[in-house]
């Protein structure tokens, strides 16, 4: 490993990326659940585009090939680490981020009221 420092830092935003966009969804702020919808849908189309993660390409050729970010969760449920398994994972987690922000963002909060100023005016409209 030429550079330690770069390698644990890039792995470090990886797993840090990889958390916001697993389990962001559960933030109620619209902006946040926005940031993290597009991130998604960005993410997505170049986890298909390129075959893969390419966050964990450059960890590949920054620290060596063995260890992904997925490979805790992998490990924890009793998985085998194998590129088809991590692949699937990955995408798993995606699909169901986006369904869970999409319901947030396009279905549930339109029945909820965005602030106090719209509940009052609705009670004036009544």
Excluded: A
């Excluded at 798993?92 to 981020?97: D, E």
Aim: glycine fraction near 6%; aromatic fraction near 14%; hydrophobic fraction near 45%.
């Amino acid at each position: 490993m030429e550079n330690p420092v770069l390698y644990y830092t890039v792995l470090i935003s990886h797993t840090l990326l990889t958390i916001f966009m697993s389990i962001g969804w559960v933030f109620n702020n619209r902006t946040v659940l926005w940031i993290l919808f597009l991130t998604l849908v960005i993410g997505l189309f170049l986890f298909i585009i390129n075959g893969g993660c390419f966050i964990t390409r450059l960890e590949y050729k920054l620290g060596g090939e063995g260890y992904t970010v997925i490979d805790p969760v992998l490990h924890r449920l009793g998985i085998n680490s194998s590129r088809q398994n991590r692949t699937y994972l990955t995408m798993m987690l995606f699909v169901c981020s986006l369904m869970i922000t999409s319901y947030k963002l396009f279905i549930r909060d339109y029945k909820i009221p965005k602030d106090e100023d719209d509940m009052e005016d609705e009670d004036h409209v009544k």
